[in-house]
Structures are given as structure tokens and as C-alpha cells.
């Protein structure tokens, strides 16, 4: 039986009992006051127009969903549609295209190309602990794709979209940015806020990172240009992790999303990050990355604006 065939991915009443189960593990909270005791739940009434999942506050008498402070909130998509597309992106190595879900769902493109902006944003992490804790090998490395706006192409990367990413070895984790420069003072406080002073670093032979290199406990390189992909004197010097997350990151931008502005790559940077962090050799299969995924939804409203709408009809 399919994975999809779960009642939460069909039914509404299921699909609340799920969300609900997740980002009330406790039990309900109210919206309004964080009352978690005296709650009611009122029976679904499509013909009086009772929503599902609707419950009353005993405190302060005020009626609430799971829905509410959520990237859920006034969205007029039944609640297992959502779950859907959340288990196809999350499930879907190299993403599924607004397009894509548009088909699959049977919503409008546009529906589509907002409710996956959203759920990058429940992806999103506000993790802050610095990598490389307790002396752990932490890779950096940035790659380049699309063109900046408004600059005509260029030789080498100049007229390219950069992108700095960090991968730590010890947790299998990484956590990638837009950057405007490759200047060592655009890099520098990037590197001092991500990356614990105990850590190893581990780079190409790219010059910005000599001198920040000193900063940390040790700094390995190798020469890509040269051919040199494992230090011969060291073998734990190599920077092939990156390399790799890279390419998952560029197959998908290249052939499933084709082009992102610059102003929502940060999203999409997001979702591929959490793929990776949340993949099978960490631990999580295609439903527990599903459900971490769930777990995000709270306190990241993405609101809709005509500067935010997409590019392609």
C-alpha cells in the first residue's frame, strides 16, 4: 500500500488529528491566551459553516484552530493537501516543481508556487548552535548559479548568484547563504558565527580563507587546481562533502526548478539544506522528515504580496 494512502493525506478530520498531534503533543493550547485546559472541541458543520478542528477556549471563550500562528493560517486549502505536498517535497531528493504540484494537487499554479514557499519556510531552521563543536571537522566551500540582477554576464563567476555553504562532519548537518561578495569581510563574521574557534576547517586552495583560517584550531586545504581532492599528507583533508551536497543542490535548481531570483533563493537554499540534514544516513526516513518538517510550521507566517508573486504564469 502506498505511503499516500495514510487517511491524513485524504481526510480532513484525519489530517487535523495528525497536525494536531504533532504541534500539540500535550494537548490543545489556545491561540489567545495559552490556556491548555478547558478546551472544547466543536463538531465540524459544513453547512453552518463550522470549520474542522474548530475549538473553544473555556478562559477566555474565544475559538481557535491548530491552523492559527502557522504557515496554515487563512490559507483556503483543505488541511490534507497541505500534508501532501509537504510529503512530496520533503520526500523528493531533488524537489518537486510549483508545476508539478499544480498537476499532482489540482490547485492553480499560483496556489502551488505560494504553498511551497511556505512549507520551505516551515524547512527553514533557526538552529544557531556554531559547527565543529569539540574539534569536528567543518567544510566550506561556495558554488555559483543563476546571474545577479540587473548585471550583464561576465567571465569566471562575477555576474553569478554565490552561494557559501558549511557542512559539518561530526552531525552530517549543513547550513548554506546567499552572499553578496567573496570579500574576506563578507566571509569572515560568517565563518565566526557558524563555526566553533575549536573546529578544523576545511577548504579549497580559494585565497579568501587563508587568513581567516587562522582563526580556528586547525585550517586544511586542498588544491582543486591541481587536481588534488584528498591531501596526500593528511587524508582527513578533503572538501568532497560540500562538493556533494553541491551537487544535489545544482541538479535540482537545474533541472527541476530551472531558475530562482535572488530574492527567494534563500527559501529554496533552506529546503535543500533541510533534505540533507534530515536524509537517511541521519536517521530519517521519507515520513520522520515529513514530520520534522510539521514540526516547523509554528510562527512562520509567509504572507502573500504582489512583489513576492511568481515570475512565470
Same mark, same amino acid.
Given at each position: 500500500?502506498? %505511503?499516500?494512502?495514510?487517511?491524513? $493525506?485524504?481526510?480532513?478530520?484525519? &489530517? $487535523?488529528?495528525?497536525?494536531?498531534?504533532?504541534?500539540?503533543?500535550?494537548?490543545? #493550547?489556545?491561540?489567545?491566551?495559552?490556556?491548555?485546559?478547558? *478546551?472544547?472541541?466543536?463538531? @465540524?458543520?459544513?453547512?453552518?459553516?463550522?470549520?474542522?478542528?474548530?475549538?473553544?477556549?473555556?478562559?477566555?471563550?474565544?475559538? =481557535?484552530? #491548530?491552523?492559527?500562528?502557522?504557515?496554515?493560517?487563512?490559507?483556503?486549502?483543505?488541511?490534507?493537501?497541505?500534508?501532501?505536498?509537504?510529503?512530496?517535497?520533503?520526500?523528493?531528493?531533488?524537489?518537486?516543481?510549483?508545476?508539478? !504540484?499544480?498537476?499532482?494537487?489540482?490547485?492553480?499554479?499560483?496556489?502551488?508556487? =505560494?504553498?511551497?514557499?511556505?512549507?520551505?519556510?516551515?524547512?527553514?531552521?533557526?538552529?544557531?548552535? @556554531?559547527?565543529?563543536?569539540?574539534?569536528?571537522? /567543518?567544510?566550506?566551500?561556495?558554488? =555559483? *548559479?543563476?546571474?545577479?540582477?540587473?548585471?550583464?554576464?561576465?567571465?569566471?563567476?562575477?555576474?553569478?548568484?554565490? /552561494?557559501? &555553504?558549511?557542512?559539518?562532519?561530526?552531525?552530517?548537518?549543513?547550513?548554506?547563504?546567499? /552572499?553578496?561578495?567573496?570579500?574576506?569581510?563578507? *566571509?569572515?563574521? %560568517?565563518?565566526?558565527?557558524? *563555526?566553533?574557534?575549536? &573546529?578544523?576547517?576545511?577548504?579549497?586552495?580559494?585565497?579568501?580563507?587563508?587568513?581567516?583560517?587562522?582563526?580556528? &584550531?586547525?585550517?586544511?586545504?586542498?588544491?582543486? !587546481?591541481?587536481?588534488?581532492?584528498?591531501?596526500? /599528507?593528511?587524508?582527513?583533508? =578533503?572538501?568532497?562533502?560540500?562538493?556533494?551536497?553541491?551537487?544535489?543542490? +545544482?541538479?535540482?535548481?537545474?533541472?527541476?526548478?530551472?531558475?530562482?531570483?535572488? +530574492?527567494?533563493?534563500?527559501?529554496?537554499?533552506?529546503?535543500?539544506? $533541510?533534505?540533507?540534514?534530515?536524509?537517511?544516513?541521519?536517521?530519517?526516513?521519507?515520513?520522520?522528515?515529513? #514530520?520534522?518538517?510539521?514540526?516547523?510550521? #509554528?510562527? +512562520?507566517?509567509?504572507?502573500?504580496?504582489?512583489?513576492?508573486?511568481?515570475?512565470? @504564469?
Amino acid at each position: 500500500m502506498s %505511503i499516500l494512502s495514510a487517511p491524513h $493525506f485524504h481526510d480532513e478530520a484525519a &489530517a $487535523f488529528a495528525r497536525v494536531e498531534k504533532v504541534i500539540w503533543p500535550d494537548g490543545p #493550547v489556545c491561540h489567545h491566551c495559552g490556556c491548555m485546559g478547558r *478546551i472544547s472541541a466543536i463538531a @465540524p458543520n459544513p453547512e453552518k459553516r463550522v470549520r474542522f478542528g474548530l475549538k473553544r477556549c473555556g478562559d477566555c471563550k474565544k475559538q =481557535f484552530t #491548530v491552523r492559527m500562528g502557522t504557515i496554515f493560517e487563512e490559507s483556503k486549502l483543505p488541511l490534507h493537501i497541505w500534508l501532501q505536498a509537504m510529503h512530496l517535497m520533503c520526500s523528493s531528493k531533488k524537489g518537486v516543481s510549483a508545476h508539478q !504540484l499544480h498537476r499532482t494537487l489540482e490547485i492553480t499554479y499560483k496556489s502551488a508556487w =505560494f504553498l511551497a514557499h511556505r512549507i520551505r519556510e516551515a524547512m527553514r531552521s533557526d538552529e544557531l548552535a @556554531p559547527f565543529g563543536h569539540g574539534g569536528g571537522a /567543518v567544510e566550506v566551500d561556495e558554488t =555559483f *548559479i543563476g546571474r545577479e540582477p540587473g548585471m550583464e554576464v561576465k567571465r569566471a563567476f562575477h555576474h553569478k548568484l554565490k /552561494v557559501l &555553504a558549511l557542512v559539518d562532519r561530526e552531525t552530517g548537518r549543513v547550513r548554506s547563504m546567499v /552572499v553578496d561578495n567573496l570579500r574576506p569581510e563578507t *566571509i569572515a563574521p %560568517i565563518l565566526a558565527a557558524n *563555526i566553533s574557534r575549536e &573546529a578544523r576547517l576545511m577548504t579549497d586552495e580559494a585565497h579568501v580563507y587563508k587568513k581567516i583560517g587562522h582563526d580556528f &584550531a586547525g585550517h586544511g586545504t586542498v588544491n582543486h !587546481l591541481r587536481g588534488e581532492y584528498v591531501s596526500t /599528507v593528511d587524508p582527513s583533508v =578533503f572538501t568532497n562533502t560540500i562538493e556533494g551536497y553541491f551537487s544535489i543542490f +545544482k541538479r535540482g535548481m537545474k533541472g527541476i526548478y530551472q531558475h530562482a531570483s535572488k +530574492k527567494h533563493l534563500h527559501r529554496y537554499l533552506a529546503e535543500f539544506d $533541510f533534505r540533507y540534514s534530515h536524509r537517511i544516513a541521519n536517521g530519517y526516513d521519507d515520513t520522520a522528515r515529513a #514530520v520534522t518538517a510539521l514540526q516547523g510550521v #509554528v510562527g +512562520k507566517r509567509l504572507t502573500y504580496k504582489l512583489s513576492d508573486s511568481p515570475s512565470r @504564469p
